[in-house]
């Protein structure tokens, strides 16, 4: 008896048209034109998360340096006092701190200047 593929074809053919839904024209629609899109709909997904993280890390150091100068300090100033200080925080929730809890992250500039100025 032979062995009939139909059904473990559709299932693929139905898996993949379902992933191009909303695409425009045939690639949305023809399974040749769609496995092509998908794939490299996948590829650019797979990237992009990559490169979210590179963003994040970019953004958070961005506000933490706009505090930091608010506190007349360099970002990389106020990174090394902290790591003379021992505290390690990082950037995500520094940059948390900066946004709305100004007062604690002034304390934090205030421990790191002073850190640095004992090193001196």
Not at 36 to 61: C, E, H, P, T
């Amino acid at each position: 008896m032979r062995i009939k593929r139909a059904v473990n074809k559709n299932k693929r053919k139905t898996k993949v048209l379902k992933a191009a839904k909303g695409y425009r024209a045939t690639r949305g629609r023809l399974y040749r034109s769609a496995i092509s899109n998908v794939m490299r709909a996948q590829k650019f997904a797979y990237v992009g998360r990559k490169l979210r993280k590179r963003d994040m890390r970019a953004l958070w150091i961005a506000r933490i340096n706009a505090a930091c100068r608010l506190n007349e300090i360099s970002y990389s100033q106020f990174m090394h006092g902290l790591n003379l200080a021992n505290i390690t925080l990082n950037r995500k929730s520094l940059a948390e701190m900066a946004v709305n809890d100004k007062a604690a992250f002034a304390s934090l500039v205030e421990l790191a200047k002073s850190k640095l100025n004992t090193k001196k």
